[in-house]
């Protein structure tokens, strides 16, 4: 009886995983997204001035064009793990809002709820902690200037800089409860205070914002009067406005067009590595005409096809191509509808939008810090960046020339917690005896955001001044360096390379090795 009941069970739970395997087929998602980006591209049309920022990675696939990308993370937002990360400073984002009056970020979720937490306490907390930083700021430079004129004229001074009616709130959704809300707002001067401390630039993003940050939420389920749209500029804050993509409905709706039937996906933009099978959003909005027009039972070979191409289309240039392996699915999804018609509405609204991608994701240039002649950037672009020497910290070697390439396979803290602080010691070597000489050096990862940055930062941190001079390693063999310090390197290397995304992980491997005086030790050996 017992067997019985167990084996019912287990025949549950793989009906279930069967049903939803076949709801989440690749066809399923890459239409849910587009229609998701029809609404994204409608809310953006109410603001057209404002650019459109995704936040990585799910917001990518929510629009053919964006302005630039930023990186809020959910978990910052998690109730009980508030938390406002100094590694995730997003100052480009509120200069960005500064300079054009606001900006749109775009992201979805697949729960049942209208908002990913990214959206709902991240942002709001990270508005609310810049807003508190920019007036301490502002306070102070208002009382050098009362004291700098006190024994001429107060009334000389410019009262322009004086923080008049700067919002300093904590603005939140109405669905975070009284409870949560007054947790975060205990934490607020801490972040704040950690922020002052952090060393980043509060002076240019205090001369850029005019007016305090503030966050707005736009979901699928908000009601906006299209002739009673105000205009942004006539707001008294800079608004960020939060799109969130997908219907947050908690079922599965089945959907059908003039040709096909679809099971409607929230969020279908997550967690790409699941189901994407190679496809990036560039490609995707690329060909997403073909793909969508395609149908069901053609759409996993079109895309196996258009990311083939693209891998082949990278080995001719020299560029890092990593052959793509998909396992074969158990089920094989079959449409429940199909109709015989030449034109549709879908086709002609794809047909006419404006798709401004490049061949992928990663084809985007080189970042530069500053004069350090440091510079951070993808595999992929390595083998035709005009620099003098290449260390590469992908698994893949790329073609350069031997005697100004270093190739330092690693891997993140994920697969390996020791991979980073082993060849450190060899990167950093590498690294001084090419930038004692004068010549310009790319850090390059397979995705430039996190193992590049982090051996960056390493060799940042013991080769430069904190003026950000060339010396060697002098002043780092002068100096212990603590977590703020690193921070503070950290911080300016985001400045310039807007797109890190530094692990947790990796980020420890770095201060182990710094504050382990690995990176003193090592000698000018080649």
Known sequence: MEDDENTHQLSIYRAARSIKRRDNTLYNALRSIYDDSVFVGEIFQLWPDLPLLANLRCGLWYSPTFHATCYFKSTDGHNNNWSFNTSRLNLHVAQLAGQKGGCFIVDATRR????????????????????????NHRERMRQIALGESSACDKHSVDTRQMPVDWDCSLHLPLWVSGTERASIEKRLEEWTQQLDASGADISSLASCLKKPLRPLWISQKTVIWLNEVPDHESWDFTPIILVSASSPSGVVQCRTSSEFSWNYIPGAGDD??????????????????????????????????IVEKDRVSRARRGQDAPQVTVKAPNLVPRPDHCLNNDESQLATDIANMNINRNSSDEDSVISWLGSTNLAVGTSQNAGVSKVD????CDKESISADPKAYLHLPMLTSKFDRFSLLNNLPSAVN?????????????????NGEDISVCVCLAILTALFDDEGTFDGGNFFSETCITKLEMRRRLITVCKYVVNARPSRGNLKQVFNFLSGGRAGSTNMST
């Open 112 to 135: 049942g709820k209208r908002f990913p937490d990214s959206m709902s306490k991240t942002i709001p907390i990270w508005a609310c902690v810049l807003n508190r930083s920019i007036h």
């Open 272 to 305: 790409e590595e699941s189901w994407a099978r190679g496809l990036t959003p560039s490609l995707f909005w690329n060909r997403a005409y073909d793909i969508i027009n395609a149908g069901p039972e053609m759409c996993n070979q079109m895309v196996a096809d």
């Open 389 to 392: 020497c290449i260390l590469n």
């Open 430 to 446: 590498f690294a001084k005896w090419n930038l004692s000489q004068g010549k310009t050096l790319l850090i390059c990862c397979d």
